[in-house]
């Protein structure tokens, strides 16, 4: 009996029984003794054996209210913002059972708290983050509306200071496009619709988005790989994390450099890479690049927001995927996508 288990409920139990067990004894042998003697004794024996059980009863009652009362005080502390309250359950039994599962209760309700704190925290954190990368192109785009106001009769200056707004207007809205995906990644809004796609077709396209960029950059971007392949995709948001991880090949690798993408199937995964030549990453920065806003301090590039590689992993994650990066400080960096293959058994 799962009663039993308690040790004072145990104790008490073979109390009342042995005093149970010890006064029917004594009635036998008082009854065989005479009606007289029996009639003397028995009800001396019976008081006798019910101040013995109500003594143990009032004891383990007793006994039982205290450690309600600590358990109450213990509750009335933790609901009070003490984190810290614990009520000691180290006994077997029941009650105890009990009392683990509000310990426990308590201690999901002080995660979930921390969870929140640090969501509150990260939140204040990220807007600081946006706030500050709007900052830059918005003060540069009033600059540059104020000097087209000044030579509004200058073509060149014009057309000069027209382009350099494009390019920060196109900063702005990359931005506010990449935290909107990332918003909807985390709240799991954001629905991929998968079919079956070639994985040769996605990269070309990937490669013709950026072929006019790698021209006038002068750097020769390749892209290659098996023909054949399919992949239970979407090629919307699969195609966007692989252009940013081609986005960021370009814009740190120097005129005359390489970027190369690949991909080429194993026995149970596609895997995708994306290398280059470049000035590769320091040793510093490799467990922070996936971290959103990171910027590195020896990072020379000042266009770059941060969510680039943040938003490719959220992606190829959602994807049931993983990707890997592999950089030599001087000698290129290799960013590896490995896309499992589903297998009918």
Known sequence: MKLLTDRHIKRLFCLVLTLTVGFSLLSA???TAGAERAARYLPAAFACMGLVILTAMYGYFH???????????QLHA?????PAAHIECDDEGELNRL???????????NAHAENEGRAKQSMKETLSDISHQLKTPLAALNIYNGILQQQPADPDTVREFTNLSDQELDRIQTLVHNLLTITKLDAGTLVLNKSEHNLS???TEVGRRFAVQARQQDILLSCSGEDDICLSCDPHWLGEAISNLVKNALDHTKAGDT???TWRTFASIVQITVQDSGRGIHPEDLPHI???FYRSRFSKDTQGVGLGLPLAKAIIEAHSGTIEVDSVLGGGTVFTINLLIPTTL
Not at 100 to 105: A, K, Q, R, T
């Open 29 to 31: 042998v008082l009854l």
């Open 63 to 73: 006994k039982q209210h205290q450690t309600m009362t600590r358990a109450i005080e």
């Open 78 to 82: 933790f609901l009070a913002g003490d």
């Open 99 to 109: 009392f683990h599962e509000v310990n426990s209760l308590a201690a999901i309700l």
């Open 201 to 203: 077709d996605l990269m």
């Open 259 to 261: 970027v190369t993408a």
């Open 290 to 292: 996936f971290k959103r």
